[in-house]
T-cell receptor, first 114, second 112 residues
Framework: DSGVTQTPKHLITATGQRVTLRCSPR?????VYWYQQSLDQGLQFLIQ???????AKGNILERFSAQQFPDLHSELNLSSLELGDSALYFC?????????????FGQGTRLTVV | SQQGEEDPQALSIQEGENATMNCSYK?????LQWYRQNSGRGLVHLIL?????REKHSGRLRVTLDTSKKSSSLLITASRAADTASYFC????????????FGKGTKLSVIP
């Protein structure tokens, strides 16, 4: 158990809908990261938050947004969903925002868009 | 976009044998990390090697890094059936951000 909790574990929704994925980082970790894993694109970095502030942005679509709250949990919002958004979405956390630390991953949310 | 490229894409060995996976990357890095993923589950951090390090050990794992060739290798010695998983290398580049750029992974099957 990594200590990172993601909910829900599975989500099935229709095209055009909006969903919210939730992540609780390990106790004490200030950084939260979101990754998308799909068969064709592999693991893609979406966005990083550090202590409530956006720190880095990757291949995140404009239809997607995220935030980190004062209690450090994070939410990833996906809107106007398309079939191609079906993927595993991972949240990870680390103690700091620096580079030489390991990240701890949650078990992921499997999103299926039908 | 992918930074690391693992080789081979799939590897099947007998229990007790050693498994070697390679990773090549394109740009200069701060560190390189290896992660394991059991089927459809979260990634587990295995080892981190900094750009000024050449070799690192952790239990049955040995990682090497050759920054001149922009490549790394992960060796798992005396493999077990429980080592069956996908293994990913991930690089961290640049200052001020912590973005792991993953390769596509090597799928390792250890046959009992």
């Amino acid at each position: 158990d990594s200590g990172v909790t993601q909910t829900p574990k599975h989500l099935i929704t229709a095209t055009g809908q909006r969903v919210t994925l939730r992540c609780s980082p390990r106790s004490g970790d200030l950084s939260v990261y979101w990754y998308q894993q799909s068969l064709d694109q592999g693991l893609q970095f979406l966005i990083q938050y550090y202590n409530g502030e956006e720190r880095a942005k990757g291949n995140i679509l404009e239809r997607f947004s995220a935030q980190q709250f004062p209690d450090l949990h994070s939410e990833l919002n996906l809107s106007s969903l398309e079939l191609g958004d079906s993927a595993l979405y991972f949240c990870a956390s680390s103690l700091g925002g620096g580079m030489n630390t390991e990240a701890f991953f949650g078990q992921g949310t499997r999103l299926t868009v039908v | 976009s992918q930074q690391g490229e693992e080789d081979p894409q799939a590897l099947s060995i007998q229990e007790g044998e050693n498994a070697t996976m390679n990773c090549s990357y394109k740009t200069s890095i701060n560190n390189l990390q290896w992660y394991r993923q059991n089927s459809g589950r979260g990634l587990v951090h295995l080892i981190l090697i900094r750009s000024n390090e050449r070799e690192k050990h952790s239990g049955r794992l040995r990682v090497t890094l050759d920054t001149s060739k922009k490549s790394s290798s992960l060796l798992i010695t005396a493999s077990r059936a429980a080592d069956t998983a996908s293994y990913f290398c991930a690089t961290v580049s640049g200052a001020g951000s912590y973005q792991l750029t993953f390769g596509k992974g090597t799928k390792l099957s250890v046959i009992p």
